[in-house]
């Protein structure tokens, strides 16, 4: 049961995580590899951004490898809770919001409809300054407002 509150309890936090990493570091000093996802000025499929993905991936297969090497410790289920937050926010950054690969493009739930609206004011902005929204999952009432409001007009 431990096991399973600790992979809940990381996945939680990976939203708190993601707001600080994509705040001071994609839009700070790794602003490098991040601007082609907000300006569009990559080649080809792939984006410099997309080496997130590996930053991110290295440390959680560590803990994964590591934790098994113990019974499955608690840092196997630290890794999982990592790589479960990862895997949702492929599905809806990637598949959803940035439609990257066409599937699951429609909906009519009011919580995604509103965090693609939250991820649009993010990308509104194309410099790493005067940024906004930048956690993943958890989307601020005033983005709900706003898409009910674009919805009605």
């Not at 994509?22 to 601007?35: A, I, P, T």
């Not at 590591?66 to 630290?78: A, C, D, H, P, T």
Request: positive net charge; aromatic residues 20%; contains cysteine.
């Amino acid at each position: 049961m431990i096991n399973v509150l600790i992979t809940i309890a990381v996945f939680i936090a990976m939203e708190g995580a993601t707001w600080i990493i994509h705040k001071y570091v994609m839009h700070g000093f790794l602003w490098f590899l991040h601007r082609d996802h907000h300006d569009h000025s990559n080649d080809g499929e792939l984006e410099k951004n997309d080496w997130f993905f590996v930053i991110f991936a290295l440390p959680t297969i560590a803990l994964m490898y590591f934790g098994s090497l113990e019974n499955f410790n608690y840092l196997f289920f630290i890794g999982l809770g990592i790589m479960l937050y990862g895997m949702a926010y492929f599905f809806v950054h990637d598949i959803f919001i940035h439609q990257r690969i066409k599937f699951f493009t429609h909906t009519k739930n009011d919580y995604f409809l509103a965090l693609r609206r939250a991820h649009k004011q993010h990308h509104k902005h194309l410099g790493k300054e005067e940024g906004e929204c930048f956690g993943f999952l958890y989307v601020p009432l005033k983005y709900f407002k706003m898409y009910f409001k674009s919805a009605k007009s």
